[in-house]
């Protein structure tokens, strides 16, 4: 890894663990506007790109018809056990995504049966897309496989983050709660 990268791994990581924590802590209707800025390569208030990937389903999804808020997480690949780990955190509370209409839709360069066969050895209850060709992970987030976005109503990314390793990423509160914030917020 280049040293520009695990720098801003270091800063990434340091900034997601306090803003989760904070954003754990008793002060939630403060907490969503102490979320650290978003790195610069992330295109925070750009469309997301024209790309079609399928699903595990295998349906075709065109990336621009996820409207939010959507909490978009890109993962290196099924065979990853941090990822799975990640995955299984966010499933745990997946209820309270959906009550608070927020979706959850991951992707990683697996082929669709192999994210098929996830879904059903991990009970995710999100979409799982492939992005093969890794042209979503590097149009969002500049091919770091480990990415969470927060896309807005109007398929606006609003918020992200990346790092190369999920071994300290947002808590799945946390992106709830800037999610909803910012959906009550009008997306800004």
């Known amino acids: 890894m280049g040293g520009k990268h695990l720098g801003l791994t270091v800063v990434a990581l340091a900034s ?5 924590g904070y954003l754990l802590r008793a002060h939630p209707s403060n907490a969503a506007s102490e979320l650290p800025a978003s790195p610069r390569e992330i295109p925070v208030g750009t469309p997301l790109p024209p790309l079609v990937l399928a699903d595990d389903r295998g349906e075709r999804v065109s990336l621009g018809s996820l409207r939010g808020p959507t909490v978009l997480l ?5 065979s990853c056990p941090i990822c799975r780990k990640q995955l299984a955190a966010f499933a745990k509370v997946a209820a309270r995504f ?9 992707a990683s360069p697996d082929m669709p049966d192999a994210l098929a066969k996830l879904r059903r050895e991990l009970d995710l209850p999100m979409r799982l897309l492939s992005d093969r060709d890794e042209q979503a992970v590097n149009a969002l987030c500049g091919g770091l496989a480990h990415c969470e976005l927060l896309i807005d109503a109007k398929g606006i990314v609003r918020w992200g983050a990346f790092s190369e390793s999920w071994s300290h990423p947002p808590e799945p509160d946390a992106l709830l709660l800037e999610a909803v914030r910012r959906q009550s917020s009008g997306g800004g």
């Open 98 to 106: 959906h009550a608070a209409g927020v979706a959850v839709v991951a």
């Open 74 to 78: 890109f993962f290196r690949a099924t």
């Open 16 to 20: 997601l663990t306090v803003a989760a």
